[in-house]
C-alpha cells in the first residue's frame, strides 16, 4: 500500500522524515539528521514545513511527532477545506452562467440587429396576448409597472379577471408595481384582492416612470411613448422579443420593487387600518377596543404593527403617513 501522507499530496522526503521523528519520539536537529544521513540544514527545512502542517510540533529545541491519527486528520481537514472552497468558486461560476447568457444574446442581438419587434394595439390584444404567451411557456412571470389611475380603472372593471383565471391554472405569476393613489379606486382593491389571493404579489410606490412590462425571459412591453400611460395613447404598445430589452427592465422592476411598500391588507394589515381610521376620529384606545370587538392589548399591538409597517414614530406620524398613502379612505 502507498504512504497514507503521500496520496495526500506530501512526497517522499516529508513522508519519510515524518516517520523518522515518530521513531526517534523526541529528538534534536542534529539526532534527526544523523537518523536521516542528511545535512543539518536541509533537513531543518524539512522540519520547519511539517511544522507548519502540524503533523509534528517543536519544543524547546525537540522535535515530537503528533500522533498519526491526529496528524493525518488535521491534513484530511485542511485539504477538505481547500476542496470546499474549490467547490463554492465552482457553485459561484456555475451561478454566473445565466449573467453570461444574458450576455452573450446582448451581443449576438446588437451585432444581427434581430429586434423582433411588433406593433400591438388596443387593451383586448394587450391581456390577451399577455395570456397567449403564458399558455406557450407556462408557468410564466409577469412584471409589469402601472404608472396611472386610468390604467388601473380599465384593469380592475374589465381586463383583471383573465389574469386572475390564468394564475388559478398556474399559466402565470403577476408581479406588479402600481401608484398608491389608485389603491382606493372603484373596484382596485377587490381586484387586487382576488390578484394575491391567487398568488400575485403587488406593491405600492408614490410614482411609477411608466407602463412597461416583461413576459417571461424573452417579452417585453414598452408603451408607444415611454412616461405616459396607455389609455391616452389608444393602448398602442411595441412587444419586443430579445433579452437584452427584457434583461434592462427586470432590472428596472426590480430597482422599483425594492423601494416598493407591500399592500396595507390582509389580516394584520386591515386591523391596523381600522385602529387608525377610529383614532383619526378621535377615538382612544378604550373606545377603539369596544368598538372592534377586542382588547385594549390588541388594538395598541395593532397600533405597534402600523407604525412598523409605515416606519413612523409616533401614533400621529403614523396617522399622517397612512392619510398620505389613502389607507383612511
Same mark, same amino acid.
Not at 165 to 169: F, S, V
Not at 181 to 186: I, K, N, Q, R
Given at each position: 500500500m502507498s504512504d497514507p501522507f503521500e496520496t495526500l499530496g506530501l512526497d517522499p522526503a516529508q513522508s519519510a522524515l515524518y516517520t523518522a521523528v515518530l521513531r526517534l519520539h523526541r529528538a534534536t536537529r542534529t539526532?534527526? !539528521?544523523l537518523a536521516m544521513d542528511d545535512p543539518v540544514e536541509k533537513v531543518g527545512h524539512q522540519l520547519d514545513d511539517l511544522v507548519k502542517l502540524g503533523v509534528i510540533h517543536e519544543q524547546s529545541g525537540h522535535y515530537l511527532a503528533r500522533h498519526p491519527a491526529a496528524a493525518l486528520?488535521?491534513?484530511i481537514a485542511e485539504r477538505l477545506d481547500r476542496l470546499a472552497a474549490e467547490? $463554492?468558486?465552482i457553485d459561484s461560476a456555475l451561478g454566473s452562467i445565466r449573467g453570461l447568457i444574458r450576455d452573450y444574446d446582448a451581443g449576438r442581438d446588437y451585432q444581427s440587429g434581430s429586434f423582433m419587434v411588433e406593433m400591438a394595439s388596443g387593451a383586448d390584444i394587450l391581456y390577451e396576448s399577455v395570456v397567449g404567451i403564458a399558455i406557450q411557456s407556462p408557468p410564466m412571470t409577469l412584471l409589469t409597472g402601472i404608472p396611472d389611475e386610468r390604467t388601473m380603472i380599465d384593469f380592475a372593471r374589465k381586463f383583471a379577471d383573465p389574469w386572475i383565471? !390564468?394564475?388559478? $391554472?398556474n399559466l402565470l405569476t403577476v408581479h406588479a408595481v402600481v401608484p398608491v393613489?389608485?389603491?382606493? =379606486?372603484?373596484g382596485v382593491r377587490d381586484q387586487l384582492t382576488r390578484l394575491l389571493e391567487t398568488g400575485g404579489k403587488v406593491?405600492?410606490?408614490d410614482r411609477v416612470p411608466s407602463w412597461f412590462m416583461t413576459a417571461g425571459p424573452e417579452v417585453a412591453g414598452l408603451p408607444s411613448v415611454w412616461g405616459g400611460n396607455l389609455p391616452d395613447n389608444a393602448y398602442n404598445f411595441y412587444l419586443v422579443r430579445t433579452p437584452v430589452v427584457v434583461g434592462v427592465l427586470r432590472t428596472l422592476f426590480d430597482e422599483l420593487w425594492a423601494k416598493a411598500l407591500p399592500l396595507p391588507w390582509g389580516r394584520r394589515g386591515d386591523g391596523a387600518i $381600522?385602529? =387608525?381610521r377610529l383614532a383619526a376620529q378621535g377615538m382612544c384606545d378604550e373606545s377603539i377596543a369596544r368598538q372592534l370587538g377586542i382588547s385594549v392589548r390588541t388594538v395598541r399591538a395593532r397600533f405597534a404593527d402600523a407604525m412598523a409597517e409605515l416606519g413612523a414614530q409616533s401614533r400621529f406620524h403614523a396617522g399622517a403617513e397612512a392619510a $398620505?398613502?389613502?389607507w383612511l379612505r
Open positions: 539526532d534527526i !539528521a486528520g488535521r491534513v467547490s $463554492r468558486m383565471d !390564468a394564475q388559478k $391554472r393613489s389608485t389603491l382606493m =379606486l372603484p406593491r405600492t410606490l $381600522r385602529v =387608525l $398620505r398613502r389613502g
